[in-house]
């Protein structure tokens, strides 16, 4: 069941030295690539303020709860119905800081098939040979390791992982949408808290700002990170994913992602 809306009122070579202090700066990268594949799963199918109950402008139809429910239960028929599609990525990650800056860039075509398989195939890649090696070929393992049961539960946005408040609602003609505060009930590793925005018609999220709920390496300072949606036909697929980490000691690390030439290859009627 989906609630419906009511009448509403308005020191090695993975390593370098900084006066003294040896940074591993590999590491430090490689923690930025795993928090994005982490979230980018965490609400595909399924610095942010602490949470604070007041009135929105305008009141919302449905309590924080009832979208809650909803997002839940779309996101369940969305990634039942959705068999096949395939598209390309454009990965791009620059590190400026100690000792010098780097960079990378990959494109790859996916192709993905219910429930739990996706190929990818590089089409081109150049820059750095340890970004491009170890790094990206680990976010697409990543991607691969995240569907899985057990993962994919563990990161899922859903009340079992998050206490959601709504923050506001923004009455966009023919596309609602409700701001969530999204808290973790622990902090795990790949758990973020932030904000969640959610689309009123379709009970689906379209955009995600947020911090790791737990801060995964001293050399890390802080992260960003931006999630985007765009809707492909009955689903609502990545269309841009964006984290700047700030490295403790100076530099930060920025990882991009852009999805295009999305094709829905395969797919069942959508039930609501």
Request: proline share 7%; with cysteine.
């Amino acid at each position: 069941m989906v609630w419906a809306p009511r009448a509403y009122e308005r020191r090695s070579s993975n390593c370098r030295s900084h006066s003294g202090v040896t940074i591993p700066v590999k590491p430090i990268l490689g923690w930025c690539v795993l928090l994005v594949f982490a979230w980018f799963h965490s609400a595909q199918f399924a610095s942010a303020p602490e949470p604070r109950s007041f009135s929105p402008p305008l009141v919302a139809p449905l309590t924080a709860e009832q979208v809650v429910h909803n997002l839940i239960e779309m996101n369940s028929a969305r990634a039942k119905a959705l068999l096949a599609y395939e598209g390309t990525r454009t990965y791009r990650l620059v590190y400026r800081g100690f000792p010098r800056r780097s960079s990378a860039e990959m494109v790859v075509k996916v192709r993905y098939r219910s429930p739990a398989t996706k190929e990818f195939t590089i089409v081109s890649q150049n820059g750095s040979r340890w970004v491009i090696d170890k790094l990206f070929s680990r976010l697409l393992a990543g991607e691969k390791e995240a569907l899985t049961p057990e993962n994919a539960r563990r990161t899922a946005l859903d009340r079992e992982n998050y206490k959601f408040i709504l923050q506001n609602y923004e009455d966009n003609p023919g596309d609602p949408l409700y701001i969530l505060s999204v808290q973790p009930r622990s902090n795990a590793t790949f758990l973020y808290r932030g904000q969640i925005w959610v689309n009123g018609t379709h009970f689906a999220v379209v955009r995600i700002k947020a911090e790791p709920a737990k801060n995964p390496s001293f050399w890390i300072k802080h992260t960003d990170i931006e999630h985007v949606y765009i809707k492909i036909g009955d689903f609502w697929l990545p269309s841009y994913d964006h984290s700047v980490s700030q490295i403790r000691l100076g530099g930060n690390a920025d990882l991009t992602i852009e999805y295009n030439d999305y094709k829905i290859t395969d797919a069942t009627p959508l039930k609501r």
